[in-house]
């Protein structure tokens, strides 16, 4: 190899192709209007550091020392799991929400179909 110039793995690979492709679908699903701006800004950032981080995985090697962790890819795992869960809290708090929001439209109609056949 020239230099320090690393070749990239196939594994690195296929977390580029997986960040572009995510970039893209975040890209569509604003045109479509399903995603706010910030929506994507966010993802967009996530993705990017994504790829970011499968070109350049040593640019962890800074925080493995104080972190007390082995390699860039075990930080990267721990970082995406911590993502993950905060993201299924979020989820599960939007969707308890909206849970409850449906269930307080159903008792109202059913009040009001109640009363409307009382009425009669």
Known sequence: MEGDQEMITGIQLLEIIFGISMLYFAYISYKRDELSKIDFIVWGLIFFGFIYAAIFPESFNILLQP???GRPLDLITIIGFMIIFGIMLYI????RKNQRKIEAIVKKLAIDEFNDKNDQ
């Open 67 to 69: 972190l007390h962790v």
């Open 92 to 95: 599960h708090s939007i969707t």
